[in-house]
């Protein structure tokens, strides 16, 4: 049996496990996948024995991302665009780093919520690990405008310039919370970690346009305060991150061993584990 895991500091609350058996059941492969709790100062001592084990793949999450991708020896040039690794997978010649995240909310929010991305503004907020790693999935989709926005200013303005070449026909630009004010957008994508802390970046208000989307990468049982914010504020649907957790999965299974599982069958699974409690 081949054997896969996710990696962290704290693991004990992962899904990954779950999520990933049932993409086995569903494929009929025939794999396993646990979590390890790696000391915060033993990752690559982890990982490495996992792999000498016999271990094929292993997904990597908080606080981890960082020395997973220095750890890799190849990278996918997402993943080198994100500057962090969620996905590890080990073959003859090495370790291969990947970086799954930002497929996985583009996934969700073009499949999953019908909400193409392509000729919409978009309004990213965050400039961290997270909004960095949707940067490049998002411009692909060719959206007409993406806007990072960041508490701290230089850092979205430090990611408009990195994938400033990347940008093709998206204008891509950097902007403080107060400066939105007067702009609407299609999709709002909260990449903070705001949520964290119970906290909502502080928007000025008149930001969704008609029909708009807000999306929380945080999720939880009923709405997150960033939700309840923008419903408040005149989002015509709001989503959490739910969806991008079993999509950013969905992707690492689908390198790992070639064949794409039906994420939407476990989405609503989870969904309706997490609504009963
Ligand atoms: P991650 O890897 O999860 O993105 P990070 O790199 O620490 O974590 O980045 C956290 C992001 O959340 C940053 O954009 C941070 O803003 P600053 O760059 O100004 O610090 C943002 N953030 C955290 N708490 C926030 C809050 N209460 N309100 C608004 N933004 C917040």
Redesign the pocket.
Known sequence: MDRYAVIGHPIAHSKSPQIHAAFARQTAQDLGYEAILAPLDGFVATVQAFRAAGGRGMNVT?PF?LEAFALADRHTPRARAAG?VNTLAFDADGILGDNTDGAGLVRDLTVNLDCPLQGRRVLL????????GAILPILDERPTALVIA???VA?AEELARVFAAEAGDTQLSASS?AALAGQSFDVVIN????S??D????LPPGLYASGALAYDMMYGRGDTPFMTAARADGAARVADGLGMLVEQAAESFTLWRGVRPDSRAVLAELRRQIDAG
Do not use: E, M, S, Y
Not at 125 to 132: D, K, M, N, Q
Not at 191 to 194: E, G, K, S
Not at 199 to 202: A, Q, T
């Open positions: 908080v991302k962090a907020l965050g400039a961290g690990g997270a909004a960095r960041n508490r701290t850092r919370f990449a903070t970690a705001a964290l802390d906290d909502v970046p502080p």
